[in-house]
């Protein structure tokens, strides 16, 4: 780790001051970003430690609308009533994220400016048609995300709460690489209150997180999960390493969406 200096602030203006400074930078659970700085791989000159500002932490049902806290952890959300009765999705999602450690430390806001292609959050914020909102502005779902460990943030700029609309039913399945216990390929599924169904995809694409389009449109005229068996999900655009080839991982999200179909009828 190369030396940095640290401030833990108690509100979101004074963070957002100390993150105008050159080369400072936010932490969230620091579950990512202190194993980055352990291996050198980056050097901030001020670690903004979030953690502190009560503001950023909590869930509110508002209306149609969920809104998690960005500093709110993954533990909290697994173990919110809230949640488990408005989308249980983002429980069975935010219960099989890392270990009890990461769960605990770990936060949205953390997550999903991270955008790692094989991360959980990101699928449930293009699925579900999130709002992310910042200290400047709310960004739609579909704009944040712009590639691998890439999103439209700029400098100094803080997720203070995610905005997700509550749908008619929702499921996040995971299928795991088991040494790491990150997505190998899982889908997010919401059936919105229109009756529209929305696919979200992580861990598959080379480009990171996407919308299935396909799935989308047989699941949104035929709930069912033989509807999934005559769309083709194409390996192209597919990541390709070690542990799965693009012909393996574009069947997985076949698989995936079919169970996660039957885990909502
Ligand atoms: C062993 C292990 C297993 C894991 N398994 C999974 C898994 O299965 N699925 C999964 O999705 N994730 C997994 N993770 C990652 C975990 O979810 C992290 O919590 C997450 O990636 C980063 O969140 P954090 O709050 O720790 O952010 P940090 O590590 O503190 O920060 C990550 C990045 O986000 C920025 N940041 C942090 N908070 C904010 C904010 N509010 N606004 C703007 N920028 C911010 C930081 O500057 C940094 O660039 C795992 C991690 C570990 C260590």
Same mark, same amino acid.
């Given at each position: 780790?190369?030396?940095?200096?640290?401030?833990?602030?108690?509100?979101?203006? /004074? +963070?957002? =001051?100390?993150?105008? @400074?050159?080369? !400072?930078?936010? *932490?969230?659970? &620091?579950?990512?970003?202190?194993? %980055?700085?352990?291996?050198?791989?980056?050097?901030?000159?001020?670690?903004?430690?979030?953690?502190?500002?009560?503001?950023?932490?909590?869930?509110?049902?508002?209306?149609?609308?969920?809104?998690?806290?960005?500093?709110?952890?993954?533990?909290?959300?697994?173990?919110?009533?809230?949640?488990?009765?408005?989308?249980?999705?983002?429980?069975?999602?935010?219960?099989?994220?890392?270990?009890?450690?990461?769960?605990?430390?770990?936060?949205?806001?953390?997550?999903?400016?991270?955008?790692?292609?094989?991360?959980?959050?990101?699928?449930?914020?293009?699925?579900?048609?999130?709002?992310?909102?910042?200290?400047?502005?709310?960004? /739609? +779902?579909? =704009?944040?995300?712009? @590639?691998?460990? !890439?999103?439209? *943030?700029?400098? &100094?700029?803080?997720?203070?709460? %995610?905005?997700?609309?509550?749908?008619?039913?929702?499921?996040?399945?995971?299928?795991?690489?088991?040494?790491?216990?990150?997505?190998?390929?899982?889908?997010?599924?919401?059936?919105?209150?229109?009756?529209?169904?929305?696919?979200?995809?992580?861990?598959?694409?080379?480009?990171?997180?996407?919308?299935?389009?396909?799935?989308?449109?047989?699941?949104?005229?035929?709930?069912?999960?033989?509807?999934?068996?005559?769309?083709?999900?194409?390996?192209?655009?597919?990541?390709?390493?070690?542990?799965?080839?693009?012909?393996?991982?574009?069947?997985?999200?076949?698989?995936?969406?079919?169970?996660?179909?039957?885990?909502?009828?």
């Amino acid at each position: 780790m190369y030396n940095f200096d640290f401030t833990r602030p108690t509100d979101l203006s /004074a +963070a957002v =001051d100390a993150l105008r @400074g050159d080369g !400072a930078q936010a *932490l969230g659970g &620091g579950q990512t970003l202190i194993p %980055v700085l352990k291996q050198r791989l980056a050097a901030p000159t001020t670690l903004v430690d979030l953690s502190g500002i009560d503001s950023l932490k909590g869930i509110r049902r508002m209306g149609d609308m969920l809104v998690i806290g960005g500093g709110t952890t993954h533990g909290a959300v697994a173990a919110s009533g809230d949640v488990a009765a408005a989308i249980p999705g983002l429980v069975q999602l935010t219960s099989k994220i890392g270990d009890p450690q990461v769960r605990n430390r770990g936060t949205i806001g953390g997550s999903l400016a991270n955008n790692d292609p094989a991360a959980c959050y990101p699928a449930a914020a293009l699925a579900l048609g999130a709002t992310i909102e910042t200290n400047q502005r709310e960004i /739609a +779902a579909e =704009d944040f995300f712009q @590639g691998l460990y !890439a999103t439209c *943030l700029e400098d &100094g700029e803080v997720i203070t709460a %995610v905005k997700f609309p509550i749908p008619a039913a929702s499921t996040y399945q995971k299928f795991e690489q088991p040494a790491s216990r990150f997505s190998l390929t899982s889908v997010f599924l919401a059936k919105m209150q229109d009756g529209s169904v929305r696919v979200g995809v992580t861990g598959a694409g080379a480009d990171g997180v996407f919308r299935h389009e396909g799935l989308e449109q047989a699941l949104s005229s035929d709930f069912s999960a033989s509807a999934v068996d005559g769309v083709s999900v194409s390996a192209e655009g597919m990541s390709n390493d070690l542990h799965a080839t693009p012909e393996y991982r574009a069947n997985l999200v076949k698989v995936m969406t079919k169970r996660a179909v039957e885990a909502v009828t």
